[in-house]
């Protein structure tokens, strides 16, 4: 069943305050853009939404991926590499919502684009959390 995005969650926290903060933000604006494409908003609604989305994700792949840096986080190729599949994700829905009309597809990825962050937050962020908890980096 497709991940749909409904309450945040506690379940869903790192323990690290920015982290988390972040993450709510993001949940916030997927939230945003599922509202935007249910309740079909214009094309140039869904796309400013979008847009809105990638701007923030970039903020905060951009924080963790500077602090794994900083902190030479041995599990950082990997985790980068899963930011990258979101990314990607990303602009394929982008792509698809602008130039196409294949909204069964757009629908399909959107769902995954859910499917990942809550698998990403709950597993790879939560090691990161826990990683540069214990380093005292990241406060
Ligand atoms: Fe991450
Ligand atoms: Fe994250």
């Known amino acids: 069943m497709a991940a749909t995005l409904v309450d945040w969650s506690r379940g869903f926290e790192t323990g690290l305050d920015w982290q988390d903060a972040q993450h709510r933000e993001l949940f916030d604006r ?4 599922d509202r935007a494409i249910e309740q079909r908003q214009s094309r140039e609604v869904v796309s400013r939404t979008l847009e809105f989305l990638d701007d923030y994700v970039e903020t905060h792949f951009g924080q963790e991926e500077e602090w794994m840096q900083t902190t030479s986080y041995p599990e950082a190729a990997r985790h980068r590499a899963e930011h990258e599949d979101f990314r990607l994700m990303l602009a394929t829905f982008h792509h698809f919502v602008t130039r196409t009309r294949k909204l069964v597809l ?5 769902a995954e684009l859910n499917q990942w962050f809550l698998r990403h937050i709950q597993t ?3 090691r990161l959390g826990g990683f540069l908890k214990k380093m005292g980096a990241g406060a």
């Open 124 to 126: 790879t962020d939560k």
């Open 106 to 110: 757009a629908t399909k990825i959107r």
């Open 30 to 33: 997927l939230v945003a853009l």
